[in-house]
C-alpha cells in the first residue's frame, strides 16, 4: 500500500493551490484520509481529515479557505487550498487509514510530502 502526494509548489499570498493523493496497492477498505503539515521548526499538526462517510474536520487555522474532499471510487483526497497565507507554508503529508487485501487491522498510512510555498 502507498500513498502518491501530489500538487504542491509555489504560490503568492491569496492565491490557491490544490493537493492530491492516491492510495495504490492491494486496498480492501479506507475509512478516514486527509492531510497533515509541517512547518520549519514546528510539529507536524492535522489540517483537515475526511471520513469515508464525508464528515470533515478542519483545523480552525484553515476554516473557511481550505476544503478536503474524496473520491472513493479511486482512493483519493483533495485539498483545496484558497486565500493561501505565508504561515501556511509547510511539507504537507497525507494519511489514511486503510486495511490492505491481505491485513486483519486498519492502519495508518503517510505519503512522501509535498511542499507548499505561499511568498511574494
Known amino acids: 500500500v502507498q500513498l502518491q502526494a501530489s500538487g504542491g509548489g509555489l504560490a503568492q499570498p491569496g492565491g490557491s493551490l490544490r493537493l492530491s493523493c492516491a492510495a495504490s496497492?492491494?486496498?480492501?477498505?479506507?475509512?478516514?484520509m486527509g492531510w497533515y503539515r509541517q512547518a520549519p521548526g514546528n510539529q507536524r499538526e492535522l489540517v483537515a481529515i475526511?471520513?469515508?462517510?464525508?464528515?470533515?474536520t478542519n483545523a480552525e487555522s484553515v476554516k473557511g479557505r481550505f476544503t478536503i474532499s474524496r473520491d472513493n471510487a479511486w482512493n483519493t483526497v483533495h485539498l483545496q487550498m484558497n486565500s493561501l497565507r505565508p504561515e501556511d507554508t509547510a511539507v504537507y503529508y497525507c494519511?489514511?487509514?486503510?486495511?490492505?487485501?491481505?491485513?486483519?487491522?486498519?492502519?495508518?498510512?503517510w505519503g512522501q510530502g509535498t511542499l507548499v510555498t505561499v511568498s511574494s
Open positions: 496497492g492491494e486496498i480492501f477498505d479506507i475509512r478516514s
Open positions: 475526511i471520513t469515508n462517510g464525508g464528515s470533515t
Open positions: 494519511t489514511a487509514e486503510i486495511k490492505p487485501a491481505n491485513g486483519k487491522f486498519y492502519d495508518h498510512y
